[in-house]
């Protein structure tokens, strides 16, 4: 049967290439957010960097939400088009715009609510509580353009459209860039706006992106379009939506769990701590999370694969990029061990935070390449229906192995040993992940 979608019939390598570097530039940018907004307010004071450190956790919860749903309607979709089933896969995309837009709502309100109380449970400095309070209450407002723009994201991806979804997640990071400084600071006619002026510029990123994927979905012809004419609610397909992003939405929101478990450690030591580990982990999520883009890109290969009954352009597509992913931890490792002096230099690191923080961010960094190869795992169980599987590796990975490390290492070594916890946590998972991709080929269920 003669088919011209390039993910049945292009060679599977330069496929993944033409399918990663994409969404490896999109979640890069995305993941850069923060860390700009941390580089520059680290300019202001350490207490304003403790302050983004903080408010880290729940804007952390809030992209899993938005990836959760993103990352369900990309399967989903993926899934339809290579069954051929266009009128489904057209239903997804507008049952995950109303999804992302009601979720998004939903999480505004509630991140509001309890922004308080939170960061009265983290710090008595009360600086630190009023700069807490200032950015999260302007940053609560970016979650319904975030949920919607990474929605459209990974709807136009889905179709095997990498390079159209990159541009308005440049054009985002763009404005968050150049506004940074100036709404921090006060420049020209814009007044000097502290830490508020970067939660400001980081919600004027992610309006920028969700118009700019509307103008993509709605004024370009697609593969896939917003079902409107005799469209009506599906609970299963909602359903699937919420299933097969679940995994994704339990990586991205045990980093939230992780950050906030860490901080109440952290708290018993000093200030300085909270605002190291904050500005370290948005290094390691921009490593983590770029590599976990080049994923993304094998993820809708293997599923459209799967899909289509292909079991052997599925199992090259996992094992490319498992090798690809293989060499990216290790750069990022490298990066890391060799330079953390200077990456905490971007944060403005004072001496007693350097005394400990470089140590620490090398300790840490061994974890990073045990941690690209149980994600590619995951994902394999991901994409073929394997739900159960892929969440229990993210469980382990950010709860059941990592919560005791911390607990037992920090009595045994205190604060190193909260660093030491990490590469044991990642070390272990792996084993389990691949025990369980072992048992399940055994069993002949892959």
Known sequence: MQTNNKMAVAPVGKLIWQMSI???????????????????????????LTAVSLSFPITTLMNAASIWIGVGVNVLIAGYLGQKKQDEANATVTHGLLLAFGIGALLNLMSLLIMKPYF??????????????????????????NMVHIAIQKMIQATGNMVAPMWFQIAGVVVNFVFDPILIFGIGIFPAMGIRGAAVATV????????????????????VQVKIKGFHLKKQMIYRIFAFGLPSFIMNALSSFVVTFVNLFLVAYSDTAIAFFGAYFKVQ?????????????????????????????????????????????????????LFPAQILGLFMASEAMRSFGISAMRIMAASYLFCGLSTMISTYFQTTEKVGSSMAIQLCRQMLFLVPA????????????IWLAFPVAETATLLVALVMMAWHRRKNIS
């Not at 995305?30 to 004071?45: E, G, H, P, T």
């Not at 911390?406 to 040993?417: A, E, T, V, Y």
Request: charged content about 10%; proline content about 3%; some cysteine.
């Open 406 to 417: 911390l607990w037992c290492l920090d009595k045994l070594f205190q604060l190193n040993g």
């Open 204 to 223: 004027a990123g992610y309006l920028l992106s969700m118009i700019l994927a509307f103008a993509l979905l709605l004024g370009k012809k697609q593969k």
């Open 285 to 337: 999520q921009l490593i983590v999370m770029t590599v976990n883009g080049l994923i993304q890109g094998c993820l809708p290969v293997m599923r459209f694969n799967y899909g289509a009954g292909n079991s052997e352009r599925l199992h090259s597509a996992f094992r490319y990029g498992t090798v690809l992913v293989t060499g990216m931890m290790i750069l990022g490792t490298l990066a890391v061990l």
């Open 120 to 145: 009265r449970a983290f710090t008595n400095n009360e600086e630190i509580y009023q700069l807490s309070i200032a950015y999260m209450s302007v940053c609560s407002f970016m979650q319904i353009p």
């Open 22 to 48: 994409p969404p490896l530039i999109s979640m890069f940018l995305q993941y850069s957010y923060n860390l700009i907004d941390s580089a520059f307010v680290a300019r202001l004071s350490e207490n304003a």
